[in-house]
């Protein structure tokens, strides 16, 4: 690259984002041997890779239409704010990083600007709302998937689309379950149960209290068994109190370099679904995926089109159920603990859901180069593109 170093603003609005954004900053500056600028909005993730965020990313951890609507003055401020702060700053290209309800809705905002626009994590227009998927090549210029069936839906609606990897490829399958268990006092055979409320307020609100019931059901029949909850930092405070009073040992992570050695050194897990539900698989955990949404949303969602049948990337990855999906009224503390508790005692349950995380592990590809690089380079290329189409 030649002239001034290269401008990259990036939004991420949510934790998962941030640890996408956080990777792809680290991947740019290595790509680019430390010669290229970084601006936007971002979490702990992208902050340690140096970014300033414009303000605090937990403003925009929100879910769910009940969730937002209380905090819309405020979100609709932020999103002027940043848009106008990109027109400022005339970036040499912007990454929008998920969190669709917020990022594309700057995107937008930013039309007729010339600023390239690459979306980071294809929303969910091939499972409902298809038509989503043309309003998005108005307002971007590229989109990086994480999932390969993204590609073809996405060019058919003229797209530009590049399949860069999950991220769980290159960080799921890296735990070290033993040392974990070492550096934390955990027996090798003692039961290992992970239990992941959420990364958002609203989530850990609903969850925590279904997974602790289910948990106190568990302790009357494995009185040995043991839990890790790796925290998420907005919601650390707010895990750790609901947590106290629990039946049997607790051990929270709180730091994000051990979250993976976790889900290693894990026997069964119980997860909301989301991204993790991908994590826990690549590292093996067999799980139970539970999911509970506020009533308003749960009724303006089931009265959309919907055109998968599954809600959790494992099942949706292999086309089947690996794992079981307890969803809204299914969503209860006895179904939680019943599968989980089938999965603590069968080895064959254990197995046969490994079976299925082998599935999707083959249909994901490599991780060689790790998709923070795909996507750095995907980055990079556009970049390059658009100064010489500036040039010419």
Request: hydrophobic share 45%; glycine share 8%.
């Amino acid at each position: 690259m030649s002239g001034q170093e290269p401008l990259v603003f990036i939004i991420a609005g949510e934790p998962s984002g941030d640890n996408l954004a956080g990777r792809l900053i680290g991947a740019l500056r290595t790509m680019t041997s430390g010669r290229i600028r970084i601006a936007g909005v971002g979490g702990p993730q992208s902050e340690a890779q140096g970014l300033k965020s414009l303000f605090p990313m937990r403003e925009l951890a929100l879910i769910g239409i009940a969730e937002v609507v209380p905090h819309l003055p405020r979100l609709l401020k932020r999103m002027s704010q940043t848009a106008a702060t990109i027109r400022e700053m005339k970036p040499d290209i912007v990454v929008t990083v998920d969190a669709p309800s917020f990022t594309l809705r700057v995107a937008n905002k930013l039309r007729g600007s010339g600023i390239p626009i690459v979306h980071y994590v294809a929303p969910q227009a091939w499972a409902w709302r298809a038509g989503r998927a043309k309003t998005l090549g108005h307002r971007v210029n590229h989109l990086m998937a994480l999932l390969p069936f993204e590609v073809p839906f996405f060019a058919e609606h003229g797209l530009p689309t590049t399949y860069v990897g999950h991220p769980a490829i290159e960080s799921a399958l890296a735990g070290d379950g033993p040392s974990f268990r070492k550096s934390h006092g955990i027996a090798d055979t003692a039961p290992l149960l992970c239990v992941v409320p959420g990364s958002r307020n609203s989530e850990v609100r609903r969850m925590l209290p279904v997974f602790a019931e289910a948990v106190e059901t568990l302790s009357e029949r494995y009185r040995d068994l043991q839990i890790v909850i790796p925290v998420a930092p907005n919601v650390a405070e707010t895990v750790e109190a609901q947590t106290r009073g629990w039946p049997l040992p607790v051990l929270h992570v709180t730091n994000p370099a051990e979250r993976f050695d976790a889900f290693a050194a894990s026997d069964v897990a119980m997860a909301k679904s989301g991204t993790v539900t991908l994590e826990l698989g690549l590292a093996r955990v067999p799980m139970a995926v539970a999911y509970r949404v506020s009533a308003l949303t749960a009724f303006i969602v089931r009265r959309m089109p919907i055109a998968v049948q599954y809600a959790s990337l494992v099942n949706l990855l292999a086309e089947r159920e690996v794992v079981p999906e307890l969803l809204q009224e299914d969503c209860t503390a006895e179904a939680v603990a019943e599968k989980v508790g089938t999965l603590l005692g069968s080895p064959e349950a254990r197995a046969e859901q490994q079976e299925g995380f082998a599935e999707v592990l083959r249909v994901l590809g490599d991780a060689d180069p790790p998709p923070s690089e795909r996507a750095a380079k995907v980055v990079l290329d556009l970049i390059e593109n658009a100064g010489s189409s500036r040039a010419d």
